[in-house]
C-alpha cells in the first residue's frame, strides 16, 4: 500500500533518463545550449526506451525513459490497509500521494466516493506540496458497508485514475482492504458529471447567477457501454430538449462520452433548472444545477448578524432587517433586484467562527459563480464592538473575556478585508457600541438599476455611531436605534426625499443620522450619531417602497 519509497525511485529514474537524453542531443548538435530537464528534444524514434514496472498490489504500469512521452502522474494511496480502524467525528480522513511532472492544482484533482463525485473539478480539499511531489487530504462521510474511493487528477496533457481503494465501514470503524479487491464495475450503469466551472456540488445549494440567454453545457459521461446522441436529454425546468445543431458527443482520449451543448434560460421569479439525463438502463442524471438569470437587474446578498449579548434586541434586529428585504426581488417587475438570497446568523449560529465562514463562503460563490461582478452584498450586524490593540473588533455569540480575540471578528481585517476581495459592489450596516400604496415609477426604477451596474465594485459602510459614542437600545424601539431608523425609513418610506418610491442609500443616510440623533436624545438624553465610514459607492439606490 505504501509505495512511497518506489516511486520517488521511479521518478527519479524517469528524470535521469530525461537528463541523459538531454546531454546526448546536446553532443549531438555539436555543443548545442543545454535544455531544461524536461525541456524540449531532438525527435528521435531510437530514444524512447519503454520499461514496464510493476508490484505484486499494482497492475504493471510503462515509464517512459528520455523520450516524448516524459510526463507523468502517479497517484499512492497513504492510506494503509487494516481492520477496525475508529472513525473520527463519523469522517474517513483521506490521504494521498501525487507525483507529477505537471504543477497540480486543486482543480486538477476529482474525489469519486461509489462512483459518483463528491467533489467539482474545482475541488478545494488539501492539495500541498513541492516540486513534483503533492499531499492530497479530504474527509469523506461513508456510508455503512462498501465504500469505492477513487482519485481522478486531469491536467492540459493527461488525465490519470488511482486504483480503487476499498474501506468497509461498520458503525465507528473502517477496515481497509489491500489494493486490487475493487468490486467489478457492473454493466450498463452509465454516471454523468458537470464538466464546467459552474458545478453544483461545488455551488452548494446556492445558484449559479448570470446575465448571459445562452448557457454553455459540457457534461462527462462514464459508462461501459456505447451512447448515441439519440440517448441524451438536457432538461430545462422539468422538459426534455431536443438536441440542437450544437449538440455533440465524443469520445475524449480516456475512452469517456463527453456532451457539449447549449440551452436558453428563461427570465423568472424562480431559478432556470438544468440537468442531463442519459437513456440508459437504468436512467442515469447528472446534478441539477439551478441558474439565476437576470440579463438587467443584478442579484442582492444578504448577511444578518446577531449576537446574544447582554443587549436585549441584537438578534431581533438582525431577523427584523433580513424581512425588510425578502420582498425586494422580481425577475422583470417592480423592483431593484431578480433575487435576494439571506444568510441569517443570529444566536448561537453566530459564533465567531461561523461568522468568519460565512464571509468567506461569499468568496468561494463569487468564483464558482453565484455572485456576480454586479451583484451587491449587504451586511448587517447587530452585536458589542471593542477595541482590542487598536484594533476595533465584534463579539461573537461565543464570546469570552479570556479569549477576546478568538471569539471576536476584526471589522477591519476580516470583515472589511474579506468583503473587500469580493470584486463585486457592498455595503455594510454595522450597530454596535463604539461603532462608527403608489409604485414606484418604471422608468426610475430601470436608471437606478442602470447608475447601480454602472458602480463596478467598492464597499460602503454605514456605521451606527461615531466613534466615541455609545449605540443605544430601548424597549419603546424593541430593536437597536439605528436598526429601527433603517426599518422605517424603508419600509414606511420616511426616508424618500424625493418621493419617487426609490430609497437611495444617501436618502437613507440622510433620515437615519436625523432620526437616530433625535429618538436617543429624546429617551436616552444621549448623543448618537450615525455616519458613513467609508463610500465608495456612492448614491446607489436600495430599495423599492410600496
Known amino acids: 500500500m505504501k509505495y512511497t519509497t518506489c516511486y520517488r525511485m521511479l521518478a527519479l529514474a524517469i528524470m535521469l533518463g530525461a537528463t541523459m537524453a538531454t546531454y546526448a542531443q546536446e553532443g549531438s548538435e555539436g555543443g548545442k545550449k543545454r535544455v531544461g ?41 497513504s492510506n494503509a490497509a487494516g481492520e477496525n480502524i475508529p472513525l473520527k467525528d463519523g469522517q474517513f480522513d483521506l490521504q494521498a500521494k501525487i507525483f507529477s511532472t505537471i504543477a497540480i492544482k486543486p482543480g486538477n484533482v476529482v474525489l469519486y466516493h461509489n462512483r459518483q463525485r463528491s467533489g467539482a473539478r474545482m475541488d478545494v480539499s488539501g492539495l500541498y506540496g513541492q516540486q513534483q511531489e503533492f499531499n492530497y487530504t479530504n474527509r469523506v462521510a461513508l456510508t455503512e458497508g462498501a465504500n469505492e474511493i477513487v482519485l481522478e487528477v486531469t491536467t492540459e496533457k493527461q488525465s490519470k485514475k488511482s486504483e480503487p481503494l476499498m474501506v468497509f465501514r461498520k458503525g465507528r470503524t473502517v477496515t481497509i482492504q489491500p489494493l486490487g479487491t475493487a468490486r467489478e464495475t457492473p454493466r450498463g450503469v452509465a454516471s454523468v458529471y458537470w464538466w464546467t466551472a459552474y458545478d453544483p456540488i461545488l455551488l452548494n445549494g446556492q445558484p449559479y447567477t448570470t446575465k448571459e440567454k445562452s448557457l454553455p453545457l459540457k457534461f462527462r459521461i462514464l459508462t461501459p457501454n456505447t451512447i448515441t446522441l439519440d440517448q441524451v436529454r438536457v432538461m430545462h425546468n422539468g422538459k426534455a430538449l431536443p438536441a440542437g445543431s450544437q449538440s455533440k458527443l465524443e469520445k475524449d482520449s480516456q475512452g ?53 449579548t447582554n443587549l436585549a434586541y441584537t438578534r431581533k434586529d438582525a431577523r427584523d432587517f433580513a424581512g425588510v428585504f425578502k420582498n425586494q426581488a422580481m425577475a422583470g417587475g417592480n423592483r431593484l433586484f431578480s433575487k435576494v438570497m439571506i444568510d441569517t446568523l443570529v444566536g448561537d449560529q453566530a459564533s465567531a467562527q461561523e461568522i468568519r465562514g460565512t464571509l468567506e463562503e461569499f468568496k468561494v460563490r463569487y468564483y464558482t459563480g453565484s ?48 468583503l473587500e476581495d469580493v470584486p463585486c459592489k457592498k455595503i455594510i450596516f454595522i450597530d454596535a457600541c463604539h461603532s462608527g400604496g403608489a409604485r414606484a415609477n418604471p422608468a426610475d426604477i430601470n436608471f437606478e438599476i442602470s447608475k447601480l451596474n454602472a458602480v463596478k465594485k467598492g464597499l460602503t459602510v454605514f456605521a451606527s455611531s461615531r466613534g466615541e459614542e455609545q449605540s443605544y437600545e430601548d424597549p419603546q424601539w424593541k430593536n437597536g436605534a439605528f436598526t429601527k431608523a433603517i426599518i422605517q425609513g424603508l419600509t414606511l418610506g420616511r426616508a424618500d426625499a424625493d418621493k419617487n418610491h426609490i430609497v437611495t442609500l444617501h436618502e437613507l443616510h440622510s433620515f437615519v443620522s436625523k432620526e437616530v440623533a433625535t429618538i436617543v436624545k429624546k429617551v436616552k438624553n444621549r448623543a448618537q ?9 456612492g448614491d446607489v439606490a436600495l430599495f423599492v417602497t410600496e
Open 529 to 537: 450619531n450615525p455616519v458613513l465610514v467609508k463610500d465608495d459607492l
Open 256 to 308: 469517456n462520452f463527453i456532451f457539449t451543448g447549449q440551452v436558453d434560460l428563461v427570465e423568472q421569479a424562480g431559478t432556470n433548472e438544468v440537468y442531463l439525463e442519459v437513456q440508459t438502463n437504468p436512467v442515469a442524471r447528472s446534478e441539477r444545477l439551478q441558474v439565476a438569470y437576470s440579463p438587467f437587474r443584478p442579484n442582492l446578498h444578504i448577511l444578518c448578524v446577531g449576537t446574544e
Open 371 to 418: 455572485i456576480g461582478p454586479d451583484d451587491v452584498i449587504l451586511a448587517f450586524i447587530s452585536s458589542h464592538g471593542f477595541m482590542l490593540d487598536g484594533d476595533f473588533r465584534i463579539q461573537g455569540d461565543d464570546y469570552a473575556p479570556t479569549r477576546q480575540r478568538s471569539t471576536s471578528v476584526s471589522f477591519r481585517q476580516e470583515i472589511v478585508g474579506i
Open 37 to 77: 530537464l524536461f525541456g524540449k528534444k531532438k525527435k528521435n524514434k531510437e530514444e524512447a526506451v519503454d520499461t514496464g514496472v510493476s508490484t505484486s498490489k499494482s497492475p504493471a504500469m510503462t515509464i517512459n525513459l528520455g523520450g516524448k512521452k516524459k510526463d507523468y502522474i502517479l497517484i499512492d494511496w
